[in-house]
């Protein structure tokens, strides 16, 4: 099953005193990057989310983001005097300095000291601390599962997009089949033709020689080889997109070996048919290629 990076999922939900509102949002990257965003007032959190989410999804910008509001009646605030002491002593230092430069600063109060990082801390009670994050975490699982899902949800639109470009470039190059083999008459009779003239102007050439000459024009005009590579590579793609395991990467490489084959084809036609869908192809192939960013 194909999956999108891009996708949004959000919950939220509550135990005693503090509710939660959980939000996770994906797009595109070359690998898997997370951006968490967690409150203070949960101890190691963080170390129990990244595993889980490292675990589940494979590629992808990962931003996650958690809110807690804790209503009346939450933990008591807490006072912790050794960083009150060393917030008061480097504000002093502070103002003392700026008074020896000739300034003078506004006096901060309680609540801007209070603001502090350390100085005021909330009360743990263990159980109640265990219980939120043991709820916390169970309803990330479910954060999780609607996110993939959502992912999945894209990954299926997008696969049927690139299963129908695919198709595309099936029909594309059954019509530079049909070009070729049109074209390899007009092909020997414009070679004939250009041989009598030669023989006409120069009698004396060298037959065996112009016929190795016309031989090695023939080759470098021959797109078979790139037609069956291109096929070949519609069967990998194909293949790919049927795996359940990530498979954004590969495909973004052979989107690279398809625009390769395809513009070997345009150097190579010499003919104003098979140029035509040569550069059907380049278009096809990058508008495949641009949905497969999209992929994990």
Known sequence: MTRSMTAFASRSGSVGTTAWAWEVRGVNARGLDLRLRLPDGVPGLEALVRPRLTARLGRGSITLSLRLDRQQGGPELVLDPVQLDRVLDTLARI???ALESGLTLAQPNAA???SVRGVVATAVDDAVDK???DALMA????LIDAFDAMRRGEGAALQ???SGQLDTIVALLDEADTVVEARRDETRASMATALRRVFEDVPEADEPRLMQELALIAVKQDVTEEIDRLRTHVDAARALLAEDAPAGRRLDFLAQEFNRESNTLCSKAQNKALTGVGLALKAAIEQ?????QNVE
Do not use: S
């Open 95 to 97: 103002e003392a300095r």
């Open 112 to 114: 801007d000291v209070m």
């Open 131 to 133: 219980g939120l994050t």
């Open 139 to 142: 309803d990330l699982e479910a």
């Open 160 to 162: 049927g997009l690139i």
């Open 288 to 292: 495949m290629r641009e949905q497969i």
